[in-house]
């Protein structure tokens, strides 16, 4: 007890003096358990959820002016122990009370708050000698609390506005405001936000239809009457598209990603919103109006999360968070008059970057009876920060070794003949702002060693480094405080500094090269040494920094590693390599045509959102199964196939040690960009890998002529001589690997690109959209990046226009050849759209397919021609209909099979774009029938569900195509994020905090959406030719789980099943529970399972099989017990394709548990007994297991003498299966010398007996610990 509240006396003496926090702003300091850290030090919700911080009487006065607050700084303060002294006397003097001296008798909850306190004594204190600077906690009726904190790294700027997804549109006018919600937590450097609004075919953004100003605050709301322009042709069904900017002072701007409004007959917007508001009520449980409940969709959906695509204005000072728990159920919360949302435990955080000054938060809570609580919160953001923490521990032991110790390893025998042995480690952690601009962050750490070797090796990077590869829920998965923690310094190496200001970084350390602003010049690796990202403030008409530059140099400590799967329906994808570096790999998602190759669109993933991964075992669990193939944005009328479409390939780089990797060699590298005026832009990258011998190098230029949004001229050359890296490609998720670039071979190569485009309107060429683009591709075959590795000559070009004669009728038209090898495709199409009137619409297209083959094969080169036509007519405002007609108007003389097809069809429309839909098509190719349906439970998320039968039975053999055949799917469409350019230059070298991490996420808050039960599945069935024939593939996939003020539940449970030239079954089952029994005991667990089993080659199977499971015990009204317990289980058989572990089969078990007891002031003990069993065997699924186990037994008891004084005595055994047992005594005595200063002497005695090796000595001797702290 005295511990806890000594923690309380340190923090509230350094709260009354203004030295513990810079700004004057604080956490509350709460009563802590023995050994927890006090809560400003975590992230997030540090404490217990009803926990009581400390009253301090003068919270409830109005702030203090700020005269007297500068007044008080110049009396000068020596705080030590519980009070504090200045020349005139005691100021103040600190007394606690709890268990001892009770104010309030019994065990419950309300007695056991009230004596949880802490005492100020104010004694001899003459007017304005000291004052609290600012107030900075507000202690509600009921026991919550509310706090504010300032924190030095500011983080990202934050900005989202979003409104409906639809509005009601009748006779050429939207009939209902739109409403628009903004957050943002940066309005201190906002000047103006505004929206801005265009027609949804307007993607280049070049005529804006609406204006609308939103007030610039961090929660805001302004409504658009909806007026658009005189003679504007819009009909229902079609789209607007709004941006907003923030605006800076100079006229610098932030930009966020285009969003969507629909525009829908009444009667449809009117269901929509029923709709939306069901499910909000059932969310709640309490009845809500369409409104309210529209805007509490939207607020939730946006508050915390960042849509920014351009960021400029410059951010300077601090980061003030105010935090909430416990507030009052049923109240609404505002600062500043804008309204923050609580979440389902009762907590709130609202996120402010701030300049340097003061700040005042006007904090009102008002209940549903009326009554309102108004409160200020002042905090001075001084822009300044200083945190230092350094260790210097030395140990100096003299020690004798008698019995038989001849059979020891070498190394240990030199070790104990050394009869002296001095050791120690250097060690600080600094963290520290200037001028509030530049963010300073340090760490050095020599680890334990020989005093003479101290700093060997100090720059050099250790890509083993056993505590960054540890799992923190595979020590303990649960501690019971209900905090959040993060590593602010991330190294491989002995040495980290980072410096941060504007959007700039120089840092030693861990880095991402981050050179990704083009498409054949990319370099994108984690690696370890120095780097500097640069950007300058000024930026072009468009948001474009005019000079960018990033450089630098590494002493590579790990290989590349890069590997592509194509979507198999399910979550589970097992890499190529294991034993990854943590924090090394990029994933994303590639949507690729399936012809050509080309990548239409790109989605980078964030981890913890998006996936999990292993790094050891070489394993990424999706959130969401990635399906192979999807419709979405293919633009021709005619098919190929039952089901087309775009294929879906999850592309992963990371970072590796293979065997034999050579670790001295150099990499080092830079890319620079520099604008001239607003319109011409050159840029330039170079790259030098040394591999002793086999050196890797890629130069590169490139050259922008840009003229607007749209309209702009691309030339790229690079050169790469060597290869990359390895590229790895697998089509059943990890189960074989096919090595995609070549082995041998020249492997030297340029690659060219031209790429072109124009918009017509914005150059004011034209009154209506026309746009048009060209591009041309030539790669060499020894042209090498990770993410493009052909080994084969490619060539490709194409044209394409689209424009619109009037409003209802447009023109699209495309020419590309795509040349690989000796093999081209060529493929031309010309289609028409004219939207006769609002319920009649006519399409027409006509196609043109080349294909060439190359000597030597067996099949005919063709050049056919496809025509199609499409009438669809709308009945009243849900009901489609449609009739389409294809006719092969060349089959080049029979050489193509012909493809006549004949399709009637039916939609049916109901509520926010939901609909239903079916088909029927039979031709010359057979018949096939379609039923699709699309339910949109959010803008966000959609379930959707098709079948498809085809009688096709045509032998086809199209150049660069997968042969996608009949199949069915159901499944669940998520945005995973805002859409994202395609090659975008990076802005941090390393994101000190992770920039997805909204406030939500951070503090670890729940909204509606996410209160109660969840449910998601999906079901895929698809064929692919995979390396060893043609395979069906059928994928499902079941989700649930459970979110609530106690429970945190979600599992998924998948199957898949491949037959034809592969056969095997593969289930998948991933688990996650946190459960608060209630204050005193939490519980976690997690469960992976995972097996392939393989019918042809039983041994290509795989298994894994993890899981653990702990609990804690930490009484919220007793500090002096806690325990901990855990049991992890571990099976692991790679799969044959993986390099690393797919040898043997291995399987261990954890069991663990610990806990401490202070049995009064004087005395406390602690103990921990564990054990491990571990069994391998040299063969997949077959052999003798060969076992080990090893036992660990220990007991502490400390005791405080007198004073200063305090002694301490252990006792350990460990116990090694055939290896021999340890035991051992160690007693000391500390001596605190001064409040950073401690020293120790003790005696240990080791005694190790092993009957195997006939090996027995005694260890045993004094030493002296020497330990000063900062």
Known sequence: MKIKMKLLDMTLIGLLTGGVFAAGAAAPAYAQKSGQPSLPLKQGDGGRAGAVPVDLSSLDKPAPAREAVAGAAEVPAQCQGNECRSDEGVLFRVRTRGEDKPVAQGDDPAALQANRRVDVVRENLTEGTAKIAGKFQIDLPNGGVIWATEDPTLGPPVLNVQSGSTAPFENGRIIKPVRFHAYTNYASFIDKLQVTVYRGSDTDLVTPLATIDVPVENVAEQEWDGALPAGLNLLAGDELIYIARAYGKSGVFDEIQPQ???LLKPEEYERGVQIQRDQVQKSLGQPIDERNAQDLAITSSIYGTNAIRLQNIPVYGSRVRIYGRDIPRDTQL?????????????KFAAEFLEPIGPHTYAVKIKGQGGTTLEKNLDVNVTGKYSFLVALADVTLSKNSVSGNIEPMAAGDRGRYDDSFIS???????????????????????????????????????????????????????????????????????KLYLRVDWDQNQAIWGNFNTGITGTEYAQYNRSLYGAALAWRSRNTTVLGD??????????EAQSALGHTEFLGTGNSLYMLRHTDLLPGSEKVTVEIRDVSTGRVESRVDLTRGADYEINNMQGRILLTRPLSQITRENVRTLTRDTPLDGYTQRLLVDYEYVPAGFQTDDVSAGFRGKQWFGDHLAVGSTYIDENRSGDDYTLKGVDLTLQAGRGTYLKLEKSRSEST??????????????????PIDGPRKGDADKIEARANFKELGWTQLDWSAGAWWRDVDPGFSISRYDQGQAVREYGAEFLGYFTENFSLFGRHTRRERGDEALEQSQLTMDWRITNDDQLGAELRRIREERGAGSTVPDLDAMLFAMRYTHRIGSSLELYVAGQYTVDDDGGRYDRNDLGTI???YLFGDRSSVSAEYSNGSRGSAGKAEAEYRLTPDHTIYGGYTFSADSTERDPLFDNVLQTGWT?????????QTNLYNESVFLKDPRDSSEGIGHTFGMDFYPAEGWNLGFSVMDGDVDGPSGHIDRRAYSLSGGRTDQRTDWSSKVEYRKDSGAERREAWTTANRLFYKINEDWRIAARFLYSDIKDQIDVSRGAKTVEGNLGFAYRPHDNSRWAAFGKYVYLYDLATIGQEGGNRYDQRSQVLSFEGIYRIDDKWEVAGKAASRWGDYRMGRSEGLWLDSRADLL?????????????????YRWLSVKDGGDRRGWLVGVDRQLSENFKVGVGYNFTDFSDDMTDLEYDNKGWFLNLAGYY
Do not use: C
Request: proline share 3%; no cysteine.
């Open 423 to 493: 050791e120690g480690r250097l060690a600080f952690y600094l963290k520290g702002k200037v001028q509030g601009k530049y963010l300073i962050t340090a760490q050095a750490d020599t680890r334990e060693n020989e005093i003479k070797r101290l700093f060997n090796g100090f720059f050099d990077a250790d890509a083993q480094d056993i505590f960054r590869r540890l799992d923190p829920n595979l020590y303990y998965p649960v501690y019971g405080d209900d905090s959040n923690t993060y590593r602010d310094v991330d190294t491989q190496g």
């Open 970 to 978: 159901i499944g669940q469409r998520w945005r995973l994020n805002n």
């Open 1194 to 1210: 220990a007991g502490q008891v400390r005791y405080h003498l007198i004073a200063k004084w305090d002694a301490m005595a252990e």
């Open 724 to 741: 990359a890296a390895p590229l790895w490609y697998s089509s059943n998720g990890g189960i074989d690997f096919v090595r995609v670039n």
């Open 905 to 907: 069809g039916a939609r």
């Open 545 to 554: 920094p005019r000079s960018e530059l990033r450089v630098f140099g590494s």
């Open 260 to 262: 969507r409004i629909q």
């Open 334 to 346: 505002t600062i500043n008059d804008q309204t923050f949302p609580i979440d389902l435990e009762r």
